[in-house]
């Protein structure tokens, strides 16, 4: 039974960072390409940030870009998202999903092409 189970989420000032975990079990995680995602209610899901399956390609939504990082340590079947200079506007519940690899240079942003999903971890930031 694959499951990803996210940490790290919580309720910050804007200006601060939180650094966001997902633990990975029941998949061959080294062979699967992770995404970040993030939903406010009412709206749809929309891509943050990905990273391959080795760690070597990264992408990021325009709005992230520059302020979060995506990273992998596979030999603990985690994937993180370091989110530093948080604005109001990241506020949103947010997942992690796996993907199998699709090519070696395009990493998915559709929610919908991602095989497996997390629960999601609340993240907020005040004005």
């Known amino acids: 039974q694959v499951q990803l189970v996210e940490s790290g989420g919580g309720l910050v000032q804007a200006g601060d960072s939180l650094r966001l975990s997902c633990a990975a079990s029941?998949?061959?995680?080294?062979?699967?390409?992770m995404g970040w995602f993030r939903q406010v209610p009412g709206k749809e899901r929309e891509f943050v940030a990905a990273?391959?399956?080795?760690?070597?390609?990264?992408s990021y939504a325009d709005s992230v870009k520059g302020r979060f990082t995506i990273s992998r340590y596979n030999a603990k079947n985690t994937v993180y998202l370091q989110m530093d200079s948080l604005k109001p506007e990241d506020t949103a519940d947010y997942y992690c999903?796996?993907?199998?690899?699709?090519?070696?240079?395009?990493?998915?942003?559709?929610?919908?092409?991602?095989?497996?999903w997390g629960q999601g971890t609340q993240v907020t930031v005040s004005s």
């Open positions: 999903a796996a993907d199998r690899p699709r090519s070696q240079t395009i990493l998915s942003t559709i929610p919908r092409e991602y095989d497996y």
């Open positions: 990273i391959n399956w080795s760690g070597s390609l990264t």
């Open positions: 029941g998949l061959p995680f080294s062979m699967y390409d």
